[in-house]
């Protein structure tokens, strides 16, 4: 199995800036794909972005030009720098892993953005 944990949420600013970290332990040699996702109080869980195997990234459209993702391949960490923040980023984020064992997310991680 695949275990994930988030760290670097908090309490911010409109307008200022997180990075969100991302570790992987178990059998992370079978890790593929790698995404984070939100969820805000009482919205659907949804895609923010993710980094392929190749290293292809996407993003959703509501945080393109604010948002990157990269991956530390060797560590299968992956992490999300955010910049400009809005009151709408507001959510609690999860990574997640697609691997060859399956998918696995983590316990997610507070990001609060304050007007």
């Known amino acids: 199995q695949v275990q994930l944990m988030e760290s670097g949420g908090g309490l911010v600013q409109a307008g200022g800036s997180l990075r969100l970290s991302c570790t992987s332990s178990?059998?992370?040699?079978?890790?593929?794909?790698m995404s984070w996702y939100r969820q805000a109080p009482g919205k659907q869980l949804e895609l923010v972005a993710n980094?392929?195997?190749?290293?292809?990234?996407d993003y959703a459209d509501s945080v393109k030009g604010r948002f990157t993702i990269s991956r530390d391949k060797t560590e299968n960490t992956v992490y999300l720098q955010m910049n400009s923040l809005k009151t709408d980023d507001t959510a609690v984020y999860y990574c997640?892993?697609?691997?060859?064992?399956?998918?696995?997310r983590g316990q997610g991680t507070q990001v609060t953005v304050s007007s």
């Open positions: 997640h892993a697609d691997s060859t064992l399956g998918t696995f």
């Open positions: 178990g059998k992370r040699f079978s890790i593929i794909h």
């Open positions: 980094v392929s195997a190749r290293g292809t990234t």
